[in-house]
Nanobody, 123 residues
Framework: VQLQASGGGLVQPGGSLRVSCAAS????????IGWVRQAPGKELEGVSC????????WYADSVKGRFTISGDNERNIAYLQMNSLKPEDTAVYYC?????????????????WGQGTQVTVSS
């Protein structure tokens, strides 16, 4: 499994960014894909996950209503649209896949990770 994340950057508070994850070696029609982030000095935090096979979409309370996850199963790409960004959203965002979105509650248990992309929210 290979996961290629892209789209991070620097944005002002209240702004928007979209990060993408291109997956290969796995069929997203039958897997959960999502995002985990790690802020400096903090633990891994599951952010969002989508499992189109099970019809599941999950968001951490900290991003609910601001972030939207979506997937293009034909192209094997997932997107995380991040709106109304806050300084506390600053972190390295990692794309990850697992058989179930439930693993994103416990990010250390997720089996396959991509490289991270830095998201910085600052004025």
């Amino acid at each position: 499994v290979q996961l290629q994340a892209s789209g991070g950057g620097l944005v002002q508070p209240g702004g928007s960014l979209r990060v993408s994850c291109a997956a290969s070696g796995i069929n997203l029609k039958y897997s959960a894909i999502g995002w985990v982030r790690q802020a400096p000095g903090k633990e891994l935090e599951g952010v969002s996950c989508v499992n189109s096979f099970g019809g599941v979409t999950w968001y951490a309370d900290s991003v609910k209503g601001r972030f939207t996850i979506s997937g293009d199963n034909e192209r094997n790409i997932a997107y995380l649209q991040m709106n109304s960004l806050k300084p506390e959203d600053t972190a390295v965002y990692y794309c990850a896949v697992d058989p179930s979105c439930s693993s994103f509650f416990y990010p250390d248990t997720i089996g396959d990770w991509g490289q991270g992309t830095q998201v910085t929210v600052s004025s």
